[in-house]
C-alpha cells in the first residue's frame, strides 16, 4: 500500500487546515488508517484514525472537538480536517495504515512520507 499525504502549510494559530491522503496498492489489506504527528524533537504520536470500512473514528485528548478524520473509500482517500490549530500542534503528520485492530497508537504498518504542518502564534 502506498500513501501519499497533501495540505500542509504555515497557518496562524486558531485557524484551519485540512490534510489529504491518497492511497493506492493492496488496500483492501487495510482495517483502519490514521494520523501521526511528530513534532520537532520528539516521537510520533498518535492524533485521529478510522476504520476503513465501517467508518468508526478515534482522537488522542489532544485533538478532540479540534480535529476531524474522514475517508471516501470509493477514492481510496483519507482526510484530517484541523480546525482551531494551536502552535502545539506544529510537526509532521504522517498518513498510516494498519492491517489489524487497535488504531490509537503510533503502530501502524503502511506510511507516508508525511507533510509539514507548522502553526504560528
Known amino acids: 500500500v502506498e500513501l501519499v499525504e497533501s495540505g500542509g502549510g504555515l497557518v496562524q494559530a486558531g485557524g484551519s487546515l485540512r490534510l489529504s491522503c491518497t492511497a493506492s496498492g493492496r488496500t483492501d489489506s487495510v482495517y483502519g488508517m490514521g494520523w501521526i504527528r511528530q513534532a520537532p524533537g520528539k516521537g510520533r504520536e498518535f492524533a485521529a484514525a478510522i476504520t476503513w470500512l465501517s467508518g468508526i473514528t478515534f482522537y488522542a485528548d489532544s485533538v478532540k472537538g479540534r480535529f476531524t478524520v474522514s475517508r471516501d473509500s470509493a477514492k481510496g482517500t483519507l482526510y484530517l480536517q484541523m480546525n482551531n490549530l494551536k502552535p502545539e500542534d506544529t510537526g509532521i503528520y504522517f498518513c498510516?495504515?494498519?492491517?489489524?485492530?487497535?488504531?490509537?497508537?503510533?503502530?501502524?504498518?503502511?506510511w507516508g512520507q508525511g507533510t509539514q504542518v507548522t502553526v504560528s502564534v
Open positions: 498510516a495504515g494498519k492491517k489489524t485492530v487497535g488504531l490509537s497508537n503510533s503502530e501502524y504498518d503502511y
